[in-house]
């Protein structure tokens, strides 16, 4: 206990501010980025906590908790188990997000492996394989929630600094459903070209969660690619400077969060 206690206090003399929020608030808690609730065992890589204050570590816990039926990792009995647990309180707490979920057809399923050039294991059926359908409108802020803690935590490791107020985040969200084509993936990961392997206890987690990036100091900035569970990638510009990214325009452009000033 002592030993925690240390190692909290040293993590906020060398990380004071939330990076969350522009560094405007102390920051009082640790927010593990992504949430533990998305790996094996909630076994998340080192080096992924970062210094937040309290609004903002508990504004994408709920994000998070209907989130994990979409990005989850079930490999084994255990985890399995455990995923049906999950599912069942996220059925429980919030009642309109497991229907929205919607079961494609054997023929749409076997459409999908076709277009995406798959090969199945032998002896599984296309039909056999969990596919759904999500609905946007449930499950769009959601995802930007995460997307957008994501980027500024990201910005954060880079720099060692918060991405401040007029910085900004442009952001694009792709499912393991959709084709964003070939050409303009590899053309987004040559410019990401630095590799980031993330592990925990010298056990390498890259197939649960991996990013590519490149940088900038002149001004601050950052284009990430991260992938989580092989479910979702989450793709960002993270820059202390908009003004110079005029082109990219408004769409998708996230802010640093902003808290309401307490009353004296």
């Not at 240390?6 to 808690?29: I, Q, S, T, W, Y």
């Not at 927010?31 to 609004?55: A, Y």
């Not at 969990?130 to 500024?152: A, S, T």
Request: proline share 8%.
């Amino acid at each position: 206990m002592a030993a925690s206690k240390k190692r909290r206090e040293r993590f906020f003399e060398e990380h004071p501010k939330c990076c969350f929020c522009a560094g405007l608030n102390d920051a009082v808690e640790e927010d593990h980025q992504p949430g533990r609730v998305f790996f094996l065992e909630r076994k998340w890589p080192e080096g992924f906590v970062f210094p937040s204050c309290i609004p903002c570590n508990r504004v994408s816990r709920e994000a998070e908790n209907r989130l994990s039926v979409l990005i989850a990792n079930v490999e084994g009995p255990e985890a399995e188990e455990a995923y049906r647990k999950r599912v069942d309180s996220v059925r429980s707490n919030y009642p309109g997000v497991i229907p929205s979920l919607l079961q494609m057809s054997g023929n749409q399923k076997r459409t999908f492996v076709k277009r995406r050039g798959l090969t199945l294991p032998s002896g599984v059926a296309a039909s056999d394989l969990p596919i759904v359908h999500i609905k946007p409108e449930i499950w769009l802020n959601d995802l930007e929630m995460l997307g957008r803690k994501l980027m500024l935590a990201l910005h954060y490791q880079t720099h060692r600094r918060p991405l401040p107020l007029d910085g900004a985040i442009w952001l694009r969200i792709i499912t393991n459903g959709q084709d964003p084509g070939e050409e303009w993936m590899q053309r987004a990961r040559g410019l990401a070209n630095i590799s980031v392997t993330p592990a925990r206890a010298r056990q390498f987690l890259h197939e649960q969660f991996s990013i590519r990036y490149t940088s900038a100091n002149e001004p601050r900035m950052g284009f990430y690619i991260a992938t989580l569970q092989k479910t979702f990638i989450f793709m960002g510009l993270a820059t202390e400077r908009p003004d110079l990214h005029t082109d990219l325009g408004e769409k998708k452009l996230l802010r640093p969060f902003i808290w309401p000033v307490p009353s004296s």
